[in-house]
């Protein structure tokens, strides 16, 4: 079952902050997020594991909250450049399991 | 190090004929995956190789697709006979190990059309 991203678009000015939200109905063991740009492949930008452990890099964050099943990003002080559609995917606990991407949300960020 | 490469990058073909997508690994690479994207919707997992074995295919959509990693380097993906509702964005992506802290390293997609 496919995790839940709100909001569906969002559309930023330069230096504004944003908050993308994944969601899950069932119990999670990791969260990953991803952004595409037009045309091109998707690009890792994180993993949040089941017990805290986050990998990352760039100027975004990101939270996991497993009781919850719930993860946010966070972009800060936009640039132009974080314009995409972001995509998480979440990993079910037990095991090894496949990746479920979300929908994605669509951010677009104008000067 | 070079990414994981896709071919072709678009393709245009006829309800019912076939078509052979193509993806080669980054080198070293023992798990590559297949995923669709359809237009506005999720990228849609359709399986897993470790190696040269499938590890996972519960996200094929029907026999018409078919899947092979020979010697566990490069994947192929046939469709046979194509429908229209088989166009999307094939994306391919492969990891070193399992995805549990492991990112995957997508490729550019194939675009597919079936008019």
């Known amino acids: 079952q496919q995790p839940v991203q709100s909001p569906q678009a969002v559309i930023l000015r330069e230096g504004e902050d944003a908050v993308i939200n994944c969601s899950s109905s069932k119990a999670l063991y990791s969260v990953h997020w991803y952004r595409q740009k037009h045309g091109e492949a998707p690009v890792f930008l994180m993993i949040l594991l089941k017990g805290g452990e986050q990998k990352g890099h760039e100027k975004i964050s990101a939270s996991f909250n497993e009781k919850k099943q719930q993860s946010s990003l966070y972009l800060t002080a936009s640039q132009l450049s974080y314009s995409g559609t972001y995509f998480c995917?979440?990993?079910?606990?037990?095991?090894?399991?496949?990746?479920?991407f979300g929908i994605g949300t669509k951010l677009q960020v104008i000067p | 190090e070079a990414g994981v490469t896709q071919f072709p990058s678009h393709s245009v073909i006829e309800k019912g004929q076939t078509v052979t997508l193509r993806c080669d690994p980054i080198s070293g690479h023992d798990n590559l995956y297949w995923y669709r994207r359809v237009m506005g919707k999720e990228i849609k997992f359709l399986l897993h190789f470790v190696k040269e074995s499938k590890q996972d295919e519960s996200g094929m959509p029907n026999n018409r697709f078919l899947a092979e990693r020979t010697g566990g380097t490069y994947s192929t993906l046939k469709v046979q006979p194509a429908e229209l509702e088989d166009s999307g964005v094939y994306f391919c992506?492969?990891?070193?190990?399992?995805?549990?802290?492991?990112?995957?390293?997508f490729g550019p997609g194939t675009r597919l059309t079936v008019t």
């Open positions: 992506a492969s990891s070193k190990w399992d995805t549990a802290s492991y990112e995957q390293y």
């Open positions: 995917g979440t990993e079910g606990s037990g095991g090894y399991q496949k990746v479920t």
